[in-house]
């Protein structure tokens, strides 16, 4: 065998483990979306009728547009760093059409492989407070974020 022929090896090796990689993330935020499904007790495709203005999944997966708004993306559109990946949550309980009670909330969140291959750590990214979790269970995420959500529509005092 030439070293050319061991680079392609390698190059082969390399490639088909970050797949792997990346298909595990993936598999992880379909069992996060699943569990806050769960948690919540809605169906994967239960909407929200927006009164004459279509209507919106309750709960989405996606990711941000150039605008930083939250948009239907495939997994592979969304931003990455070396290991981690950056999607968007989008929680949709409302339809006021005044616009002053908020109808949806949309989280930034980021999800790694840990240590070991059944563990994912994720992070809600937020200008105010960090949020971390880690596990093969995501209900300690789903608590936080069902709270964070219930404190955003309670009056201010």
């Not at 392609?8 to 490639?15: F, G, H, M």
């Not at 927006?50 to 969304?78: M, P, Y």
């Amino acid at each position: 065998m030439t070293r050319f022929n061991q680079l392609l090896e390698a190059y082969d090796t390399a490639y088909s483990d970050r797949q792997a990689y990346w298909d595990a993330v993936r598999k992880a935020i379909h069992v996060f979306a699943k569990e806050f499904r769960e948690y919540l007790g809605v169906e994967a495709d239960q909407k929200i009728d927006f009164k004459g203005k279509g209507s919106t999944k309750v709960l989405s997966i996606g990711g941000f547009n150039s605008l930083g708004a939250f948009e239907n993306q495939a997994f592979d559109e969304w931003p990455r760093t070396k290991d981690s990946v950056q999607f968007a949550l989008k929680l949709a309980f409302g339809n006021d059409p005044s616009g002053e009670t908020p109808t949806q909330v949309v989280y930034r969140l980021s999800i790694k492989q840990g240590e070991h291959d059944d563990i994912f750590e994720v992070r809600v990214i937020s200008d105010f407070d960090a949020f971390e979790t880690k596990g093969p269970s995501f209900q300690a995420l789903c608590e936080h974020l069902w709270q964070e959500t219930l404190r955003m529509l309670q009056p201010r005092k």
